[in-house]
């Protein structure tokens, strides 16, 4: 099944000799958006601590990734932008769907997973501003990965650890911090600059071109950097390639997206005003062949024949955003402001026809599913620091607030519904959901310097208007509102110049979803119903992080151990009933469990002055889910222990170089795996070892190749993160979720 434009784009590959390389290598900035310019130096963050802070010197565990790293990476997606980063990692199973039942791979690249927690949970920003939530119900699964194309993206920040004293509800198990390219990043001391770029990647035989231009008149610059990419489904090692449950290869699938960013800037001194514009438009259509057959609902006889399913999945934000920064002077009562206001919107929308031949005496015709879900956005965020000193400390102080108004829906349409259902209809009413907050931290240096605090502490609070939805008929949902107190404390100490301890506490927080407090569904006739949930409380967290951390010339070396708790989780759960039209079950969002999880991180990196260069990671952690009588049940979204290791060389002139990079996954112990769902045992893939290569050449100073052969020894694996759930019964299917064997890829850009 080959791509629409695929000839277009690999003719441009030849003819242009373009990369995914998206901003200029002499004018580098890895701040957040709320933050002072600090260009040509991207060991600066600012995610941990709200302040610019040399990244050796943070009080937690913090991941850069520049966009010359993404690149060298020859990273399409979220999901090879985290491959090798040890404890964090991006869900993708195969797409394995039905169009009324089963959502397995729907959502593509789920969502970001830190330290074995994921979803809603973890907080997403894009040049700060969150990216919608996740959703997800019956055959429904809207996920997040795909409201950012890496392409168009300066630099991305990986906070470890509850966010939310800083950033609000979403930061319950950390942050992912994406920074956009601004005019100056593209054309540095000229008054005109860009790129252009192509990329070919055999594992979805995808094409990538992107087209940047900046230039700058006076005190007005300006930017558009545009992004297309089509592909096909993600290759894997199964083998058998009928139709039907049992087949393990992939279904087809052809996919197309368009990304598109624009910024307007005024600088004048100490002052910048910028607007900016973001589209991002993908769409998926699936051939579901696993989902042809007979269909067998009440015995060993089949009722009906599924001879054809065909999806259409489509993706689209649209954002706009207008903002203030004063960047003063360091002896400046204010050395920093910036405001921000913003509209974002985000559709998710799920379409499925089949097409069905009745077996027996029970009507089957054609059905068509269509499943939407949106967010309307309007915000505001606002920020300034100050430093001054005090009785032999430094204080850099930063304070501010946000709030959003967020109006959340989704639909449920169709032809030929289930019995006593009505299209269309919704699984939540229209809601109205808001949520600010007001945030102070400070970072307090003292004994010469070998000392800092950084104590932080925000106020948040959320409202919840549901309307009165004329979809729902007979129901009448509740709102719902609360605050929340959520403190952080980090301290750094230097023993000397290049060895620091460092320890951190923080507080996370995560706001009911709207979907959560006032989920309904009726259909007593098949046994169950759900119920909404007035009374459900937010989730908390409590993380301990404490670490030593060496920071040489040519080596450095950090270790970290932590420990989280997490209270009042929202599940979903069975509260009353036995599965009969006469006593249907009860589904309810509840606040059912705890969970605690423990672990240990540690990373080394080499860099030596003749161009030789090293790293080393590791990850592991173990997790419980504590429920309500104290039983303890191993929690199944912690990946097992794994490593990546990597030995290379670049040329100290920048001309070319290269790296062999080894991953390693360990196999799930047993003991710390769940039971499957309605028992037995879940099935646990093998451990594993792959091994990579990329390169690349400078060929001149404006063209640049890279190429990367990946899984070199064509090892069959599968990833903990995307089977879980899989029972042992049914590991039959387990090839379907085998990653690709080997592939390569290959890019090329020119810079101007």
């Not at 991941?63 to 999901?79: H, P, S, Y």
């Not at 630099?155 to 992912?176: K, M, N, Q, T, W």
């Not at 559709?347 to 026809?353: G, L, N, S, T, Y």
């Amino acid at each position: 099944m080959k791509a629409p434009h695929a000839t277009t784009s690999l003719a441009a590959l030849a003819a242009a000799l373009l990369t995914a390389m998206p901003a200029s290598a002499e004018t580098k900035s890895i701040e957040a958006e709320a933050a002072p310019q600090v260009k040509d130096d991207p060991t600066i963050v600012v995610t941990a601590t709200r302040t610019p802070v040399r990244i050796q010197d943070v009080p937690a565990t913090v991941t850069v990734l520049t966009d010359e790293e993404i690149a060298d990476q020859l990273a399409t997606d979220i999901k090879d932008l985290v491959r090798y980063e040890p404890g964090v990692t991006v869900r993708r199973a195969p797409a394995r769907f039905g169009a009324a039942f089963g959502s397995t791979g729907r959502a593509r690249n789920e969502d970001f997973v830190i330290r074995g927690i994921g979803g809603n949970r973890v907080l997403i920003q894009v040049d700060g501003i969150r990216s919608p939530q996740g959703f997800a119900f019956g055959a429904q699964d809207a996920g997040r990965g795909g409201f950012t194309d890496v392409s168009l993206v300066k630099s991305v920040e990986i906070l470890r650890g509850p966010a939310s004293a800083l950033y609000g509800s979403d930061g319950l198990a950390g942050a992912v911090s994406f920074t956009t390219s601004d005019p100056v990043d593209l054309i540095g001391e000229d008054d005109f600059g860009g790129f252009v770029s192509s990329q070919y990647s055999s594992e979805d035989d995808e094409f990538a071109l992107t087209a940047t231009m900046a230039g700058e008149l006076g005190d007005i610059s300006a930017m558009i950097a545009y992004t297309s990419r089509d592909f096909e489904e993600l290759e894997n090692q199964g083998e058998n390639d009928g139709i039907g449950e049992t087949r393990t290869a992939p279904n087809p699938q052809i996919g197309r997206s368009d990304a598109v960013l624009a910024k307007l800037v005024w600088n004048s001194g100490a002052h910048r005003i910028r607007l900016a514009g973001e589209y991002l438009d993908s769409a998926v259509e699936t051939e579901v062949l696993t989902a042809l057959g007979p269909a067998f609902l009440f015995g060993p006889a089949p009722v009906w024949n599924v001879d054809a399913l065909n999806a259409r999945d489509t993706n689209e934000r649209v954002r706009a955003s207008l903002d203030w920064t004063f960047d003063g002077e360091a002896d400046d009562v204010i050395e920093y402001a910036f405001l921000s206001a913003y509209w974002q919107d985000a559709e998710d929308r799920q379409f499925a026809f089949e097409e069905r031949t009745p077996l027996g005496f029970i009507p089957a015709p054609d059905r068509e599913r269509l499943n939407t879900f949106e967010n309307r956005v309007y915000g505001a965020v606002g920020e300034a620091r100050s430093s001054f000193g005090m009785g032999g400390m430094r204080h850099q102080i930063a304070f501010g607030g946000d709030v959003s108004f967020t109006r959340q829906e989704g639909l449920r349409d169709g032809t030929f519904p289930g019995r006593s259902e009505t299209f269309p209809t919704r699984a939540f009413p229209v809601t109205d959901f808001t949520l600010g907050g007001l945030f102070i931290s400070d970072e307090i240096t003292f004994a010469d310097g070998a000392v800092t605090l950084f104590p932080a502490l925000r106020f948040d609070f959320y409202d919840l208007e549901p309307t009165d939805d004329p979809l729902l008929v007979g129901f009448v949902p509740e709102g719902q509102s609360d605050s929340r107190l959520s403190p952080k404390l980090g301290a750094t100490v230097n023993l000397t110049d290049e060895f620091l301890l460092f320890g951190n506490y923080a507080q996370g927080f995560l706001a009911p979803t709207p979907s959560q407090v006032n989920n309904f569904f009726q259909f007593p006739a098949g046994g169950y119903i759900s119920a909404p949930n007035p009374d459900l409380r937010p989730e908390t967290s409590e993380s301990f992080e404490a670490g030593a951390r060496y920071t040489g010339d040519v080596f450095s070396v950090q270790v970290v151990g932590f420990k989280g708790d997490y209270d009042n989780f929202i599940s979903q759960q069975v509260i009353s009933g036995s599965f009969t039209p006469q006593d249907p079950a009860v589904f309810q969002f509840v606040n059912f469990n705890a969970v605690e999880i423990e672990g240990i991180e540690a990373r080394a990196d080499l860099k030596l002055d003749n161009g030789i260069t090293g790293r080393f990671a590791m990850a592991y952690a173990n997790g419980d889910v504590i429920e309500p009588d104290g039983t303890r049940t191993p929690l199944d979204t912690i990946d097992p222990y794994n490593l990546v290791a990597g030995l290379g060389y670049r040329d100290p002139a920048g001309r070319f170089g290269g790296e062999l990079i080894v991953t390693h996954n360990a196999r799930k112990d047993a003991d710390e795996t769940p039971p499957a769902p309605g028992g037995g045992e879940l099935f646990r893939p093998e451990s594993f070892t792959i091994v990579d290569l990329t390169a690349f050449v400078a060929v001149t100073d404006e063209i640049k190749l890279r190429g990367g052969i990946f899984n070199l020894t064509d090892e069959r694996y599968i990833y903990w993160s995307d089977v879980r759930g899989l029972s042992v019964a049914d590991s039959g299917i387990a090839g379907a979720f085998t990653r690709p064997g080997r592939n390569f890829s290959l890019s090329a850009s020119f810079q101007f």
